[in-house]
């Protein structure tokens, strides 16, 4: 069936390290990515999309590519600061259902 | 813009006991889904309606939970009897409503539920 799955947490760094958080997805047909982040007591925001294979989407410094050979849309950021803490979603939309799947979700601490 | 506004942000109730949870989406957004979210894990659709009608709760335990959006504006969730196992965070969406996977889902903040 459909499903994403990205790595488990949480993801400890400092202030201004590379952050790499792995999303790979299964689905029939052609799906579009996204990345959700969700702060404490908040709920999700929609960080990043992408709709076809080899789009990049990019906000707030972040980056992820549509890779279709590899199923993948993993989230990087060159520099993270503290305020970059949260939890991070992975998820996939099928055209045409309105239907959305996530990732269980990766916790990431920033430390100063 | 308002965002997606939901009451109670918090409910602790007995088990057993009835809860009813109030999402009001974005103005102009035709689909609404309700999700729950258990600790460390990512959303599970609930349900999702399209207007007034109910297009997709094949995840709705149906013999306790049911919901409904009368006027295809605001929605109610509830539960009857709570069980302690529905402890959870209940997380409401609306988005644009057209038939594309680009639609984007705004999220409330949600409610979180702790049955004793």
């Known amino acids: 069936g459909d499903s994403v799955t990205q790595m488990e947490g949480p993801v400890t760094l400092s202030e201004e390290a590379f952050l790499t958080i792995n999303c790979t997805y299964t689905?029939?047909?052609?799906?579009?990515l996204f990345w959700y982040v969700q702060y404490p007591g908040e709920g999700l925001q929609l960080l990043l999309k992408?709709?076809?294979?080899?789009d990049k989407g990019s906000n707030k410094g972040f980056e992820a590519t549509y890779r279709k050979e590899t199923t993948s849309f993993h989230l990087e950021k060159g520099s993270v600061q503290v305020s970059d803490s949260a939890v991070y979603f992975c998820a996939l939309s099928l055209y045409n259902f309105n239907k959305f799947y996530f990732g269980s979700g990766t916790k990431l601490n920033v430390k100063p | 813009e308002a965002g997606v506004v939901q009451s109670p942000r918090y409910k602790i109730i007995e088990k057993k006991q009835p809860v009813a949870f109030w999402c009001n989406p974005i103005?102009?957004?035709?689909?609404l889904y309700w999700y729950l979210q258990n600790l460390g894990q990512g959303p599970e659709l609930l349900i999702r309606?399209?207007?007034?009608?109910?297009?997709?709760d094949s995840q709705l335990p149906k013999d306790r939970f049911s919901a409904e959006r009368l006027k295809g504006v605001d929605s109610t969730l509830k539960i009857q009897p709570a069980e302690l196992g529905d402890s959870a965070v209940y997380l409401c969406?609306?988005?644009?409503?057209?038939?594309?996977?680009?639609?984007?889902?705004?999220f409330g903040p949600g409610t979180r539920l702790t049955v004793l």
């Open positions: 969406a609306s988005s644009l409503g057209t038939y594309s996977s680009y639609n984007e889902q705004f």
């Open positions: 309606y399209e207007n007034e009608e109910a297009v997709d």
């Open positions: 103005s102009g957004h035709n689909t």
């Open positions: 689905a029939t047909g052609y799906p579009s």
């Open positions: 992408a709709t076809k294979a080899d």
